[in-house]
Structures are given as C-alpha cells and as structure tokens.
C-alpha cells in the first residue's frame, strides 16, 4: 500500500496467463474482463499476456470475444485509439470450455495454457469467478493438472477468491484449510471490491493524514457510527445463490466489517500490507459477538414470489445489527450496520456522529447544538461531508446547520477507476494491503456466527417490509435501545 505508485508501463518481461474460473458469468464479464482491458489501455499489462477463460458454457475464441466485447469501454483511450487497443486485447482472448469435476478438461486447459506460453518463467493468476461451493474442487483441480506452482522460480501463481468465504466460523476455516492444500496464505488474495472503492481507500488518509480528526476519534468525542448499505432493486437473477447466503453472509460480514475495521482499526504501525491488516485483525478481534436480540431481519414483500424462491422462505433480504468494539478507544459507542435490498434508494455510506455541543452560550434553550457529522458517501457519485453549524445570515442570530462538501466527480479532473481496476493491479503487483488475511476473516466471522447460528436454527420470522420502501420499522427501535439517532 505504501504510496501506491505503478510502473507503467509493465515493467515484467515475463508472460502473464490471467485465468477466469466462471469466465462466461456475469461477474467475468460485467467487472473482470472491462478492469483487465482498462488496465490493458494504461500500460500495466506485459505486452505477452493472455487472458483464458475456463467454463461450461459452450463459446469458441471467436464467439467468446464477441461477448467480451460487449462490454467493453473506451475510458482512458478514446476515439480511433481505443478500437486498435481493443482489437489488440480481444486476440489475447481465449476460451476453453470444460466441466469443473474433469480431470481431462483441466489437462485441455494445462495446455492451452502452456502453448501459449513457451518455456521458462510465467506468471499465473486465476481468479474464482465462480460459486462458493466450487471453490475446494476447482483448486485441488487446478494443482493436480499441474497449472499452480507455489515455487516463485518458475513465475509466480496467485488466486483471487470471491466471496462469501464460506457461511460460518467452520466452513470458513475449512474453506481455509482446503486451498491451503494448493495455494499458500501469500498466494490467496481474498477480494472485498468495496475496499477498492475510493472513499474507503481514502479513509486512512482521512484518519491519519489529518491533524483535525485523530484527536477526536474516539468514544469521548464520536456518540455512534452507522454503516448503511442499499439497493433499490431485489434479488434479480441471483436467486439460488441469495438464498442459500441471505443478506448479512453477502453483505454485513464482509463489506460491512471492513469498513468498519478501516473506520475503529487503530494507527498501524506503518502502510506495509502485515501492518495495516493486524491493525484491522485486531479491531474485529475485539468486536463483540452480536446477539440475536441486537438485530433485526427483514424480507421485502414478493421476495417469495420471486423464480427460485422457496416457499416459505426465512431468507433475510434486509438486516440490522448494533454492534461494539470493546477497547479503550470505542467502549460503549453503538456501530449500527445496515444492509437490505429492495428499499428506497441504492447508496452506500458511512455516518460519524459527534457529540453534541452541551452548552449555553448561544442563548437560554439551547442547551445542546445540533451534533456536527461526517459522512461518506461510498456510492453512488463518491462524496465526504462535513456537517457544521452556522449562523444563518440576517439580522438575527440564528443557528443552523449546513454541509461542506468534497464531491469526488466536481473536485477530481480525472477518470475514477472502478475498483476491480485497482485490486487486480495490485493483486499483479503483490500488494495485499486490500485483501482480507485469514485470521482477519476468522475474526469477522466470529461477530456473526453465533446469531447466525441461532437465527438458521430458530423459527423467528423475517419481518415484511414494502418493496421501495426504508425497511422494517423494528430497526427504529433497535436504535433507540442503544441511543442511536437516525
């Protein structure tokens, strides 16, 4: 992480295979391939490169580079120059269609691969773009057909995997032990694509690079931290897969659990990727299991109707927990973390509360001014908020409060890259300051698995809520029970 300076162009002379498990889903073809081609139009890709995809579907190099170019965008190279890098990253394409239990197909794949190749060193990234459920098989395929090396002699192999990392504690852990058969820890870059979204890359530097905010960064100056997480829109083709995990395993144990880390983690000792994520481990680490009573389930009306969907089903499609980091710095300040689809509008955004301002000065009645917050509006259009309070112009005296704001698309005269863009360079370049360690994992998942557990096995209902709407109404009075304000 440390200053986060790339070579360009690609300094490696060594030819790189980038190989996309799943290469024919939706995940490959909305954010891998346009990353990969974005970083292709800026030089941080080796001119020998291939980029195979491996799946069941039934395309040929021809037809599968059609279909990639679909989605394909001219954001840093427009105009004439962008067809000629298009073309140019189209013929490093390639497809090899197979099943995911064939020992045969992975051999077909070892030499596709290989040819491509040549002799001596070679890099090699694959990327999991495939259901959780395949990721022990798929591994211990890839090692037996000879395709990952854990020797850095021969060219380095690296695996990127997708969440959810398993569905608890347990399953994670096996999760772990498995592709550990394969890969080694400093080969397996666990991707969380929120943590490579720009404000939250941002949030160190907010932290650390500025005077104002370190000395009040704590319980003493901070009442509540809320983490909220929406969309507009239900489950939309992913059904299979959404409920078997439901809201709070896709959701609030990863994305939600990392920002949070980033926003209580303390001062790391340095910006070297061992550095900053103890600094996280320890955080989750003291975040206390959350209890079932200290959240909220809900399930958007028509969710059951929806193709796929059980009958009856007790999936959460919307939740809410309070959650506390027991330390010095955050004893007893509430984190409330929200997460629900299907409500009123798509946003992601992080809420500093301060406390309130407990004093007279401004005249009798006014014993508490009107608390100053930060926000930090993750998506959409990136933005930083500082909440203040003013005197309103006239002839009076007259407090309220107003907003200073950083938007993100107004103050930069520059592309935002999308945040595939920046994980798969630095996976590239090594640098796991963004990707999840295993004890991380292991201690976010410790937050959760206990009400999980006790939700999965229960007979508690998720509470109805209108599609469109803000979500289930008990979240208003989890709240008050921890002194939240919404």
Known sequence: MTGRTFPHPHESRDPLSIIVMGGSGDLAMKKIYPALFALFCQGFLPERLQVAAYARSPFNDLSFRAKVAERLTCRYTPGDSCTAYMERFLARCRYVQ?????????LKLYERIRGDEGSGRANRLFYMAIPPRLFMAVAEALGAAGLVSCDPAPGWSRAVIEKPFGRDRESSDALTASLRQVFRESQVFRIDHYLGKEVIQNLLVLRFANAIFEPLWSREHIAQVRLTWSEDFGVEGRTGYFDDYGIVRDVMQNHLLQMLALVAMEPPASLDAKAVRDAKRAVLEHVAPVALEDMVFGQYAGYQEEEGIAK????????????????ARWQGTPFLITAGKALDARMTEILIRFREAAWGLFGPGRESLPANELVLRVQPDEAIGFRIVN???GLGTTLVRSELNLRYGAAFDQPIPEAYESLLLDVLRGDKSLFIRADELAAAWDVFTPALHAYDTG???PERYPMGSGGPGSTTALAQRHGIVL
């Open 391 to 393: 005197k309103q112009p």
């Open 312 to 327: 009856g089903s007790r999936t959460p499609t919307y939740a809410s927990a309070a959650l506390y980091v027991e330390n």
């Open 98 to 106: 197979g099943q995911y239990d064939s020992r045969e197909d992975f």
């Open 459 to 461: 007979d508690a209902k």
